[in-house]
């Protein structure tokens, strides 16, 4: 860190800071949460993994939706951080609610949470986009892994709180409930994204962008049909865009739906944080490595290593039974999650022209948010129709096998001639 702008300190804080919601609400404690209250009003548990599935489609293909055309309006001067703080006020608002809806309403708990999923994704789009303002491409291989590695590092710390007084509670070693303690971890979370956010609202501006026009709405969404018209001339970029919605749909639900499978596994719920803490750890210093690695072997080949290691876990997650099998499958994850997430985050703006950035990260996004609806349903499904979790977890595996083909049919190249820029 003592190597980087102050610009590029405070985007990366803001991955210190969003990732508490990751592990909390999206992956470690919630999941519980809600999986106990749905429990509690007589769901089965193939069942309310189901509907855990279908909320976070759900929720996805909202913002899908927004996603390109905000990217588009939000290519003009100033509209980048607006967006960005309006989503981020949405989600964090929302995480609150989480703290004080009470555990017996399972259904608003889960609309809550959907909300929640938009805000966060919304912010994520823009966030994302101000990569090329606040860094050179040469270093985006490196600032993009430091994001996601002091994501997992800053996780840990509001996590090991919210586990802190869960356990205590379990143990009654505190005179709480376990669903207060819960409660309190989602207080936090919102606390503790909201703050080192400032950074980030404070010192990162809209560097690369397109002057204000009367009606930027309207004239967003006609950037936002050209665009599309013209994105197959750009091969390399449509390519990705295209494997990557495939593999990073089985990342992403490997990631929403982990916490749910191990409960259904039997694995009890101290035994799930624990390992989802020793997840967090691991993984730092491996998104560190494969940002490393890509700049001596290429970017391209280390996403290919992570996607193998990712069929690896999914053939390994159907013959799962105990929890040390379990602790392995956390494992694998923990060595290629945040590397796969940054290399593509820091490719993807490499071949994006600087000037439309916002407009592109639309696109990335709504290939992220509308991949993401596919795997939990695939999973949610598989899983219902089977009555074996192990099986819902193994079909994620053609996901990964038609994203790692397509991938290497992407040329090798890192840059979109000037030529072909987008006119505005």
């Not at 708990?109 to 938009?118: G, N, P, R």
């Not at 490997?254 to 989802?276: N, V, W």
């Not at 956390?330 to 985050?345: D, H, K, Y």
Request: proline share 3%; aromatic share 16%; charged share 10%.
């Amino acid at each position: 860190m003592s190597r980087m702008t102050k610009q590029e300190k405070s985007w990366v804080l803001f991955d210190w800071a969003n990732s508490a919601y990751s592990i909390i609400i999206t992956t470690a404690v919630f999941p519980l949460y809600f999986k106990a209250a749905a429990n509690q009003a007589g769901l089965a548990a193939a069942t309310s993994t189901a509907y855990w599935g279908y909320a976070n489609s759900f929720a996805t293909l909202l913002i899908s939706i927004c996603a390109p055309v905000l990217g588009s309006i939000a290519d003009f001067k100033g509209f980048k951080k607006r967006f960005f703080t309006f989503f981020f006020a949405l989600g964090i608002i929302f995480t609150f609610l989480l703290a004080v809806v009470p555990s017996n309403q399972w259904l608003i708990l889960l609309i809550c949470y959907m909300v929640t999923v938009i805000g966060f994704g919304g912010t994520n789009i823009f966030y994302d986009a101000f990569l090329v303002d606040v860094t050179t491409e040469e270093r985006m291989n490196q600032v993009s892994s430091k994001g996601y590695a002091m994501g997992y590092i800053g996780s840990t710390i509001p996590f090991i709180i919210g586990i802190a007084f869960i356990i205590l509670a379990q143990q009654e070693i505190l005179p709480l409930s376990v669903s207060v303690a819960s409660q309190i971890s989602f207080a936090i979370t919102a606390l503790w994204w909201g703050l080192f956010t400032i950074p980030m609202l404070r010192n990162v501006n809209q560097i690369y962008y397109k002057e204000r026009v009367p009606n930027p709405i309207r004239n967003g969404f006609k950037q936002f049909f050209g665009t599309f018209s013209k994105i197959k001339l750009y091969r390399p970029l449509f390519l990705f865009l295209l494997a990557y919605f495939f593999y990073i749909d089985g990342v992403n639900t490997i990631i929403t739906m982990s916490t749910t499978y191990g409960a259904d596994l039997g694995i009890d719920s101290q035994s799930l944080l624990i390992i989802l803490f020793a997840t967090q750890v691991v993984a730092a210093p491996f998104a560190v490595l494969y940002g490393k690695l890509a700049d001596k072997f290429n970017a391209k080949t280390m996403l290919l290593v992570g996607i193998f290691v990712y069929i690896v876990i999914c053939t390994y997650a159907y013959f799962l039974k105990t929890t040390l099998d379990f602790w392995i499958l956390a494992m694998l994850v923990a060595s290629s999650q945040g590397g796969i997430q940054a290399l593509s985050r820091s490719y993807f703006a490499k071949l994006v022209p600087k000037e439309h950035a916002n407009e592109f990260f639309g696109f990335y996004s709504i290939f992220y948010k509308f991949a993401a609806i596919l795997g939990p349903s695939l999973m949610g499904f598989t899983a219902y129709v089977t009555g074996n979790t192990n099986s819902g977890v193994f079909s994620l595996v053609v996901l990964f096998i038609i994203g790692g083909l397509i991938l290497l049919r992407v040329p090798e190249t890192t840059n979109i001639s000037k030529s072909n820029s987008i006119s505005q």
